[in-house]
């Protein structure tokens, strides 16, 4: 069975390309979710790649992990900054989670700055555009074939 990566996006990221392109590019996220399951290719990783605008539907595939699934790549958009339910999600999983942005959210309005998803996270990409989703492949590549080779996490996880 292949190792698969789950990649969630949150609200608003269906309208990429179209939505503030000088923040968020011109890249849609279908274009994304093709260069995602691309590079996963190379790595041998299967991609499962969703995007929802609703906070309960992204903690419920959160929630719905199964065996295969061995890391989480997130981009929660806006419930960066609000969602308690989506990080309390990620905890419960414990799976390696990597929370990727579009946009430099230090570089916006001071209400982007804080993260709820950052404590949970084994670590974060910003500002790098789509980039940072294949940065983001490469470093759970990696991680898994750590913990598959008995070298553990790269870095120790998250308490809960």
């Not at 390309?17 to 299967?46: F, K, N, Q, S």
């Not at 699934?69 to 969602?83: D, Q």
């Not at 804080?114 to 940072?132: D, E, K, N, T, Y």
Request: aromatic share 4%; net charge negative.
């Amino acid at each position: 069975m292949p190792t698969t990566v789950l990649i969630l996006n949150g609200p608003n990221l269906n309208l990429l390309g179209r939505r503030e392109p000088t923040v968020y590019g011109r890249e849609t996220l279908d274009d994304i979710a093709m260069a995602c399951r691309a590079h996963g290719d190379r790595l041998r990783l299967r991609v499962d790649f969703r995007q929802s605008n609703h906070e309960g539907e992204l903690v419920d595939w959160i929630q719905q992990t199964h065996a295969d699934v061995r890391g989480i790549i997130l981009n929660a958009a806006a419930y960066t900054h609000t969602s308690i339910a989506i990080p309390d999600a990620l905890r419960a999983v414990g799976l390696p989670t990597i929370e990727v942005h579009l946009s430099n959210i230090h570089a916006r309005e001071s209400y982007r700055h804080h993260s709820f998803i950052a404590p949970v996270a084994r670590g974060s990409i910003i500002g790098l555009g789509s980039q940072g989703y294949l940065l983001a492949l490469d470093a759970l590549a990696r991680m898994i074939a750590d913990e598959q080779s008995g070298v553990g996490p790269i870095v120790s996880p998250v308490p809960t």
